[in-house]
């Protein structure tokens, strides 16, 4: 059977707000599902590529980038503390949302790809310039369902989004002027301080989602 709703929204806490329009009343379940598993998965994937690249490539450029990741998501958690604005009613966190850790690191890696793909494709194949739209794309779809699944008010994915984007912009055109000058010592350094906080922060997110788990079960 079908109704009339328009395209959805979702109420904090996912629950799926309908407005007008026509849509199968079946489909939906199905989609909230979907898109709230797709963003409980986002942290993992997106980790998991980002470690497979360091282990693949680990040259000077990736873990240029991946410091930099580290260091603007450090900055985004001092950030939230000292804004200290709560996430919207029925939020499934409790710790402050301004600005959105997840929206803040998905457009630092996602802006910084599509920049060295951009670069890539002035001498390259012409579907570089596609993956790096699809980059930025998919980065913005990914914080976008941080507001759809009521994890953060619009503003606070936003503020994220942007801050996370000027910081991989500054971070890459720091690269570019940096990178080819280390010396041997200076690209062994970058290594060593890479894996180091790699470390590190990984070991932060396990020790919170293991925290969760065992006060949950």
């Not at 600005?99 to 494709?121: D, G, I, K, M, N």
């Not at 390259?124 to 699944?149: E, H, I, K, N, T």
């Not at 991989?168 to 990178?179: K, S």
Request: proline share 4%; net charge positive.
């Amino acid at each position: 059977s079908s109704v009339v709703v328009t395209p959805i929204s979702f109420e904090a806490g996912g629950s799926p707000v309908f407005f007008g329009g026509v849509w199968n009343v079946a489909v939906m379940p199905l989609c909230v599902r979907l898109l709230s598993a797709l963003n409980a998965a986002t942290k993992w994937v997106v980790s998991g590529a980002v470690f497979s690249v360091l282990v693949w490539r680990h040259d000077r450029q990736v873990c240029w980038c991946v410091l930099g990741s580290i260091l603007a998501a450090g900055n985004c958690k001092i950030l939230k503390r000292v804004i200290n604005e709560s996430r919207p009613p029925g939020a499934r966190e409790a710790d402050p949302g301004m600005p959105s850790s997840h929206a803040q690191s998905l457009s630092f890696l996602s802006t910084y790809c599509a920049a060295e793909l951009v670069v890539l494709s002035f001498d390259g194949p012409w579907w570089l310039m596609l993956a790096a739209c699809a980059s930025v794309l998919g980065g913005s779809f990914l914080a976008w369902l941080r507001v759809a699944m009521g994890y953060h008010t619009r503003a606070q994915v936003v503020v994220g989004y942007a801050l996370g984007s000027a910081g991989a912009v500054v971070w890459w055109l720091l690269g570019d002027r940096l990178l080819d000058t280390l010396t041997t010592n200076a690209v062994a350094s970058l290594f060593v301080v890479t894996l180091v906080s790699s470390a590190c922060f990984a070991q932060q997110i396990l020790q919170k989602h293991l925290k969760k788990w065992f006060a949950s079960s």
